[in-house]
């Protein structure tokens, strides 16, 4: 487990940038933190690294919205008004874990069926305003 602690917007999203230098397909990221916390933003740093940041947009009509370039294809989740785990596997969620990189806002939820490999990232609000802790944890064996 590392902890990061990120005093602006800029700070965490050039932290996702420096992250995605190491991701490819087929590696899941979930996000977790509050409403507002900067779930999105970490998402457009990641973008951003593969120059799609222009096209990001926040999925709240679709459960998730797809990014593809030459280098990726980036499935970016956000699972917030997903009712169950049941509904994440009815619409064949499980079939984009290996199609590119999968970022899932509110991933905590789909957990349970996440294959064995994946990067969680909690993000708590800190003392000031516009700052946030990042809580980096990988999970490799799930007993
Ligand atoms: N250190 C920081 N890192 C990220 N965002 C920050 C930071 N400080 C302030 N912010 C602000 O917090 C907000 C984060 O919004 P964002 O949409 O990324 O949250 P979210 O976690 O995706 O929320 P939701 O659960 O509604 O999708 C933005 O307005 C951003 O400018
Ligand atoms: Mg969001």
Redesign the pocket.
Known sequence: MQEIM????????KFANNLATILKRGDIIV?S????????????GILTHYGMQNQIS?P?FTIVNEYHNDLIDVYHF?L?RLGDIYEFENIGGEEYFEKGLCIF??GELIEDILPNDYIKIT?DR?E?????KLTIETYRIKI
Do not use: A, H
Request: one cysteine or more; a negative charge.
């Open positions: 990120c005093r602006d917007e800029m700070q965490t999203k996000l933190g509050d409403l507002g916390s900067g779930k999105t933003k970490f998402v457009e926040s709240t956000d917030y806002e509110w993000i800190g000031d305003e516009n700052s946030r």
